[in-house]
């Protein structure tokens, strides 16, 4: 049985810790307000697959964790999702080493001043 569940910086959840009841426990909640994420959370946590893309805005990592109880004996599982991070952006241009004008990949000589392009 799900005891405890802690979500921290997972889409639009900034941090959240939920304890769940002996019996029946319901979500309710405005549309948006992050009730299918509380139960994404646990299938990340059981193994689905998860995406950097989860991670909230501006943030690096997320975290899930749960305590299960069963048998009397509890079992906590931990869960850190990392940001995707995109690589920083190639120039298309490339500067001459004589003058610094930027110039087409393209090009073998710098269009300003004539000096040959490092290639």
């Known amino acids: 049985m799900l005891r405890f ?6 889409a639009v ?3 959240v810790d939920v304890e769940f009841e002996p019996g029946l426990n319901v979500l309710t909640g405005e549309t948006g ?5 509380l139960v ?8 689905g697959r998860a995406s950097g893309d989860l991670v ?3 943030e690096d990592v997320a975290t899930i964790e749960a305590i ?10 931990r869960r850190e999702i990392t940001s995707r991070k995109a690589p920083p952006a190639k120039s298309s241009l490339q500067a001459c080493l004589s003058c610094g004008a930027n110039n087409p990949p393209k ?4 269009a300003e001043c004539g000096a040959k392009l490092k290639q």
Request: hydrophobic share 45%.
């Open 40 to 47: 994404e959370a646990v299938g990340l946590l059981l193994g």
């Open 56 to 58: 909230r805005t501006g």
């Open 13 to 15: 959840i900034d941090a």
């Open 68 to 77: 299960f109880e069963s048998g009397g004996e509890e079992l906590l599982v």
């Open 33 to 37: 307000a992050g009730k299918s994420i």
């Open 107 to 110: 090009n073998k000589f710098c």
């Open 5 to 10: 569940l802690s979500i921290k910086r997972l």
